[in-house]
T-cell receptor, first 116, second 114 residues
Framework: AQTVTQSQPEMSVQEAETVTLSCTYD???????LFWYKQPPSRQMILVIR??????QNATENRFSVNFQKAAKSFSLKISDSQLGDAAMYFC?????????????FGKGTRLSVIA | EAGVAQSPRYKIIEKRQSVAFWCNPI?????LYWYQQILGQGPKLLIQ????????DSQLPKDRFSAERLKGVDSTLKIQPAKLEDSAVYLC????????????FGAGTRLSVL
């Protein structure tokens, strides 16, 4: 079974600075999706960024980018120019491609605080 | 485009009582998921529907939890009787098809069992 590990329960960053959130995962599959979801106090999970494992190029969405290291099974999220609205729980998640029935497998999350 | 709707937002009950949660997915989304998120953890899948059929309910505690999606649109998750350890946020998500990689989440229902 796949597992996702987020080793940083909490992180903080100064406004306008850059922060990196870590994620590692364990799988025997070669094709899969990886995601970062943001969960603010409103509780709604919001998709931040998605990476397909067969694409070598790291995904980027505005201020958010990932460092995907497939061999190391590492998938970190970099937030540049941090804003107060970035404060939230961030969850790393894995989903198999091979079977359409597989659910998302989440890590335990990292709570990000942004200091003004 | 309207998002995934869930109600209620909060529910407080005593142990051994029953409770029901409702979810209306994004229009046209065939796949619906119910996740349980215990405090301090990531969401864990309880049940997955494709239209009105169950695709995966292997993690659903079937002695007390039940779920249905009779017309293939909205869904209800029920707990009867509730235990203290059922205190959690219950998240509903939907995707266009089972193979779609992106799931869209509702705001969840926070359940407290006293």
């Amino acid at each position: 079974a796949q597992t996702v590990t987020q080793s940083q329960p909490e992180m903080s960053v100064q406004e306008a600075e850059t922060v990196t959130l870590s994620c590692t995962y364990d799988t025997s599959e070669s094709d899969y999706y990886l995601f970062w979801y943001k969960q603010p106090p409103s509780r709604q999970m919001i998709l931040v960024i998605r990476q397909e494992a067969y694409k070598q190029q790291n995904a980027t969405e505005n201020r958010f980018s990932v460092n995907f290291q497939k061999a190391a099974k590492s998938f970190s999220l970099k937030i540049s120019d941090s804003q107060l609205g970035d404060a939230a729980m961030y969850f790393c998640a894995y989903r198999s491609i091979n079977s359409g029935n597989t659910p998302l497998v989440f890590g335990k999350g990292t709570r990000l605080s942004v200091i003004a | 485009e309207a998002g995934v709707a869930q109600s209620p937002r909060y529910k407080i009950i005593e142990k051994r009582q029953s409770v029901a949660f409702w979810c209306n997915p994004i229009s046209g989304h065939a796949t619906l998921y119910w996740y349980q998120q215990i405090l301090g953890q990531g969401p864990k899948l309880l049940i997955q529907f494709q239209n009105n059929g169950v695709v995966d309910d292997s993690q659903l505690p079937k002695d007390r939890f039940s779920a249905e999606r009779l017309k293939g649109v909205d869904s209800t998750l029920k707990i009867q009787p509730a235990k203290l350890e059922d205190s959690a946020v219950y998240l509903c998500a939907s995707s266009y098809t089972t193979g779609s990689s992106i799931q869209y989440f509702g705001a969840g229902t926070r359940l407290s069992v006293l």
